[in-house]
């Protein structure tokens, strides 16, 4: 089972980009989501994540900009990017705790299958 994110890409600063996350996962809908971002010679942050009831959380360089989101149907989660900024470049990575039903998960270690990333990059 994997996770596989898509979306990523070139936008100048001030544009917006989509990104998704979709498994084969059953378990997925009960899961908290997570989006992380890892920069050059940075540690992995948090960037939002998301329970099975859409409540949500947001980093604080994410809040009023990311709006992240679940289709449980379709068995994705999504992280519409707006006014995005230089310092938004990264690879950004899906994750699921496998291990969580119904609640929400805030760290990178207790989260258990991760998606290879995603590279957005904004430049001018």
């Known amino acids: 089972v994997q996770l596989v994110e898509s979306g990523g890409g070139l936008v100048q600063p001030g544009g917006s980009l989509l990104l998704s996350c979709t498994t084969s996962?059953?378990?997925?809908?009960?899961?908290?989501v997570g989006w992380f971002r890892q920069a050059p010679g940075k540690e992995r942050e948090l960037v939002a994540t998301?329970?099975?009831?859409?409540?949500?959380y947001y980093s604080d360089s994410a809040k009023a900009r990311f709006t992240i989101s679940r289709d449980n149907a379709k068995s994705t989660v999504y992280l519409q990017m707006n006014s995005l900024k230089p310092q938004d470049t990264a690879v950004y990575y899906c994750?699921?705790?496998?291990?969580?039903?119904?609640?929400?998960?805030?760290?990178?270690?207790?989260?258990?299958?991760w998606g290879q990333g995603t590279q957005v990059t904004v430049s001018s």
């Open positions: 998301i329970n099975w009831h859409s409540n949500t």
């Open positions: 994750a699921q705790d496998t291990r969580t039903n119904y609640g929400m998960t805030y760290v990178a270690p207790a989260y258990d299958r």
């Open positions: 996962a059953r378990t997925f809908s009960f899961n908290p």
